[in-house]
């Protein structure tokens, strides 16, 4: 199964100008640190390049806020980046390329550009070629601040579709 090798950053929130590089292993990955370090705009990023469709649930208003505002000495960013590297030694991706690099890009207008290996695509092709090995970029990739609390304190029926989705058997 394909699994998320390395994810880069370049101008996104607080990560500044310089190019940012994560190396992520094979399954559970866990962000940690203290606070103010910036591991939710990691995962923001991460539903940022998956193609997550609201600012606010990346906690922003707008797209364009994504791009670093400068300080430390160093300029307000012209634009964020997130490449997202996948291990697909497998061939589980239907891309003939056993390194899989899917990128999107944010202008300080808030037009976005995605690409898979360099080049030009839609939203659309990124979602549908994950969506064997991922749930919607809306789905239940990552757990976000609050979703452990919310999680316990939702009913059994509202439980029970997160786990049918989880599982693969929600249609």
């Known amino acids: ?16 100008n310089a190019k940012v590089s994560i190396p992520l292993s094979r399954g559970l990955t866990a962000i940690v640190g203290p606070n103010g370090s910036g591991k939710s705009n990691v995962v923001d990023a991460l539903c ?6 609201s600012a606010k649930l990346m906690r922003a208003e707008r797209f364009s806020d994504f791009l670093f505002n400068g300080g430390n000495g160093q300029r307000p960013a012209p634009f964020a980046e997130v490449l997202l590297h996948f ?18 890009k944010v202008d300080r207008s808030g037009k976005c550009v995605y690409r898979i290996n360099r080049k030009r695509a839609s939203r659309q092709e990124i979602v549908d070629m994950l969506s064997k090995t991922m749930s919607s970029p809306g789905g239940y990739n990552f757990i976000m601040q609050g ?16 786990i049918d989705d989880l599982a693969g058997v929600a249609e």
């Open 87 to 104: 291990n697909n030694e497998d061939g589980a991706l239907p891309i003939n390329s056993t390194t899989v690099v899917i990128s999107r």
């Open 48 to 53: 940022f390049v998956l193609g997550g469709m």
């Open 147 to 162: 979703d452990v609390d919310r999680f316990i304190k939702m009913d059994s029926f509202d439980r029970r579709v997160i």
């Open 1 to 16: 199964m394909s699994h998320v090798s390395k994810i880069e950053l370049r101008g996104f929130k607080s990560f500044g």
